[in-house]
């Protein structure tokens, strides 16, 4: 059996997100149908029905916008029953082109929060392990034979991450990809095929991580909706001391911070050389300021 790491990315943009975020969550395949279930339990608790009969999927960016905590507060914290209500109805004039009601907005504003917290909650539950890099939002790729062609170095430790966690798992793993733009995502594949072929420690990590990735619709696929959520989190409310300096929005933060570090991979990587051997603790959770520089 293998772990499948479900990827996506934010603030590639380079715009409103302080930084530009790639990373996912890796399930197990034996608890995929189990987080399926789940979280489809979830939706129905939160919104009274599954938003794909909306025609609306998860997004973190949407989930926990500033207008979902804005409506969430214009009223209490409602019950059950009336917050499902409220949300049919609000989403049902989503669908005819109507205006939801105040009473509306707050129910929906509500579920999305405790939706979102229901999500990290489901996550824990089935053993979800987070892997992320970060870098500036600001850096740009440079003109360079070596930057268009091959694998960005936070790219680069992102999967080494994986591996490590996949060694001491001793079993293999898949990536999952939110599909994007076609020729971008060949763009990727490319320079991912070169890591695994043409570097050393691609072709060793090629053992246990399946060099070509498989990609799917998001809005299908719960565990990449999964992974925005986390994604948007890092870039808004996770911060590693002294490194990433970036404003933060305090209710994320306050939120989901802690979550972040509790699903985050830690554990141990051995580097050797001809004649030296080092262990140091390692984290999922990776921020690069310059990507492109070479590695020292």
């Not at 949407?62 to 914290?77: I, V």
């Not at 293999?172 to 763009?187: C, Q, S």
């Not at 695994?196 to 719960?222: C, E, N, W």
Request: one cysteine or more; charged letters at 30%.
């Amino acid at each position: 059996m293998s772990w499948l790491l479900f990827m996506d990315e934010s603030g590639h943009d380079h715009k409103s997100m302080p930084y530009e975020v790639r990373g996912g969550v890796a399930l197990h395949a034996r608890v995929l149908w189990s987080f399926v279930q789940d979280w489809q339990n979830c939706e129905r608790s939160c919104y009274g029905a599954l938003l794909a009969q909306y025609k609306k999927e998860l997004k973190g960016a949407k989930l926990l916008d500033k207008d979902r905590f804005k409506w969430s507060r214009q009223k209490g914290l409602m019950g059950d029953a009336e917050r499902q209500r409220l949300c049919r109805g609000f989403l049902t004039k989503g669908l005819e082109k109507k205006a939801p009601t105040q009473d509306e907005f707050t129910a929906y504003g509500q579920a999305s929060i405790k939706m979102a917290t229901c999500v990290f909650e489901l996550l824990e539950k089935h053993g979800a392990v987070l892997f992320a890099s970060a870098i500036p939002r600001e850096v740009l790729r440079p003109a360079t034979f070596e930057a268009e062609r091959f694998l960005r170095k936070d790219h680069v430790f992102l999967l080494e991450r994986f591996y490590y966690f996949l060694e001491q798992k001793k079993e293999d793993g898949l990536l999952v990809m939110d599909e994007v733009e076609k020729e971008e995502d060949r763009g990727f594949v490319r320079k991912l095929e070169a890591y695994f072929m043409r570097t050393a420690p691609g072709q060793k990590r090629s053992h246990l991580i399946a060099p070509t990735p498989f990609f799917v619709s998001s809005d299908m696929t719960y565990p990449v909706q999964a992974a925005d959520l986390c994604i948007y989190c890092i870039n808004w409310g996770f911060r590693i001391p002294k490194a990433m300096t970036a404003v933060t929005r305090h209710e994320i933060d306050s939120l989901f911070s802690s979550k972040l570090e509790k699903l985050q991979w830690v554990g141990k990587c051995v580097k050797a050389g001809d004649s030296w051997r080092s262990e140091q603790t390692s984290y999922g959770i990776i921020y690069v300021p310059d990507p492109y520089e070479p590695r020292k």
